[in-house]
C-alpha cells in the first residue's frame, strides 16, 4: 500500500504533466492500432490465400482476357483438382464513390474453389435459377442495407444498358479475415450481353490442386502448355499474386514501420525527458527515502513503476480508441474491405507501449538508485 500510495502521489503531483504525458501515449496508441488496420487490410489477401489454389491470368496483364477453352486443358494436367473462372465488371452502384469488386462467376465451381466462402443452400439454388440473380458478401450487403429479394441495378462501366440484379444471397466467410465484400452473378448473364468479339472470353483461372507441393510444378507445366500461343499465361500460387498485387501499391510494409518508428522514437523522447524532469524535481524526497531506510532498489522500482503505469493507462487509452474507431466500420468506402483490429495486435501495441516505458524510465531510475544522500541533501 505504502509503495502504491508514493506513486499514485507522485504522478499526480504534476496533474498537467501526467495527463499530457499519457495524451502523448494515447496519440502514439491510436496512431499504431490505426497502422495495424491498414497493414492487415492490404496483408489480408496474403494471410487468407489458399495454399492449394493457383491463379492463372494472361502473361501482358490480369486485365488481358483468357480463352474460355484453356478451361479444359487445365483440368486434364495431373493434380489439378477443379478449375474456376471469373470476369471482372466494374459496375457503379448509384455513385461512382460506391466501390465494391463484382465478378461474373462460374456458378458450378465456384464453391468448390472457394469452400471458405459459405451461402445459405436454398439460397444458392435460387441463385442457380435466376438468371439475373446475385449473392453479395455480407459487408457489402450491410452497408448499403440490402436485403434478400432487393433489385439491385449497376452501371457497367464498359457494357451498354441498364443492368439489375435480383439478391438472392448473401455469403460469410469462415474465417475473420475472409473477404465478404463481392458481388457475385452469373458468368452466363454476362456472356449473352457482351459485344461478340468479347464472347468465350474470361479474366483468370483459379484452380485447386491435390496437393500443395505440386503447386510450382503444376504452375511451370499450365505456363509452358500455352507458351507461344496468342493468350499466353501467368501462374502462381494464389499468396503470390496476392502479395504481387499489394507490391503495385508500394512497399507498404516499409512506410508504415517507418511511420511507427518515428511515432514511438519521438515518444521515448518526450516521456525520457518527462520522467527526468519528475525525479531532478524530487531529489530531495528520494535521498530522505533512502535516509529513512528505503533501499536503492526500491527506489528504483518506484521510479520505473511510475513510467511503466503511464504507459499502460495511455497506451490502453490509444488502443481502445483505435478499437472503437474500427467498429464504426470502413470507412474508407470499399478501399479497405477488412477494417479492423485484431486481438494480437492490441497484444503488441502494449508490448510496445511497456517497452518505451521502460526505456524512458531506466535511465532516470539508475540515476535515482544511485543518488548519494549526503550529495543530493546538499543541494537543497
Do not use: C
Not at 25 to 30: G, R
Not at 78 to 87: L, Q, S
Not at 143 to 162: A, E, M, Q, V, Y
Amino acid at each position: 500500500m505504502k509503495f502504491r500510495g508514493l506513486i499514485f502521489a507522485n504522478l499526480f503531483r504534476k496533474k498537467i504533466r501526467f495527463l499530457l504525458t499519457i495524451g502523448s501515449f494515447a496519440v502514439a496508441l491510436f496512431l499504431f492500432g490505426l497502422l495495424a488496420v491498414v497493414r492487415g487490410a492490404f496483408s489480408q489477401g496474403v494471410e487468407v490465400a489458399g495454399a492449394d489454389r493457383l491463379v492463372v491470368i494472361n502473361r501482358v496483364s490480369i486485365i488481358q482476357p483468357l480463352p474460355l477453352s484453356y478451361r479444359e486443358r487445365i483440368l486434364q494436367l495431373r493434380g489439378v483438382k477443379t478449375i474456376t473462372f471469373a470476369n471482372w465488371f466494374g459496375g457503379v452502384y448509384q455513385d461512382e464513390r460506391n466501390f465494391f469488386p463484382q465478378f461474373a462467376i462460374d456458378i458450378e465451381n465456384q464453391r468448390k474453389v472457394y469452400p471458405e466462402l459459405i451461402v445459405p443452400e436454398d439460397q444458392w439454388q435460387t441463385f442457380v435459377k435466376d438468371r439475373q440473380g446475385t449473392i453479395v458478401g455480407a459487408a457489402t450487403a450491410k452497408r448499403f442495407g440490402w436485403k434478400i429479394g432487393d433489385r439491385i441495378p449497376l452501371k457497367s462501366s464498359f457494357l451498354p444498358g441498364p443492368w439489375e440484379f435480383n439478391l438472392d444471397g448473401i455469403y460469410h466467410g469462415q474465417r475473420r479475415q475472409d473477404d465478404e465484400t463481392q458481388f457475385w452473378f452469373q458468368w452466363n448473364y454476362l456472356e449473352e450481353r457482351v459485344p461478340d468479339r468479347l464472347k468465350g472470353q474470361i479474366g483468370w483461372y483459379v484452380l485447386r490442386v491435390e496437393n500443395p507441393d505440386d503447386s510450382v510444378r503444376i504452375a511451370k507445366q499450365i505456363d509452358q502448355l500455352f507458351a507461344n500461343s496468342p493468350y499466353e499465361t501467368r501462374t502462381e500460387t494464389e499468396k503470390a499474386f496476392a502479395a504481387g498485387w499489394v507490391k503495385q501499391m508500394g512497399n507498404i510494409e516499409f512506410l508504415i514501420l517507418s511511420i511507427g518508428g518515428v511515432v514511438f522514437f519521438t515518444l521515448l523522447l518526450v516521456t525520457g525527458n518527462t520522467m527526468a524532469i519528475a525525479v531532478r524535481e524530487r531529489t530531495a524526497e528520494l535521498a530522505v527515502l533512502k535516509a529513512v531506510g528505503f533501499s536503492d532498489r526500491f527506489v528504483l522500482l518506484l521510479v520505473l513503476a511510475e513510467s511503466l503505469l503511464i504507459a499502460i493507462l495511455g497506451g490502453a487509452l490509444g488502443l481502445g480508441l483505435a478499437k472503437l474507431f474500427t467498429l464504426g466500420g470502413d470507412p474508407t468506402r470499399g478501399l479497405l474491405p477488412f477494417f479492423y483490429l485484431p486481438l494480437k495486435a492490441i497484444i503488441s501495441g502494449l508490448g510496445v507501449a511497456l517497452a518505451v516505458g521502460v526505456a524512458s524510465g531506466l535511465l532516470p531510475a539508475v540515476g535515482a538508485m544511485r543518488l548519494r544522500v549526503v550529495d543530493a541533501l546538499r543541494r537543497v
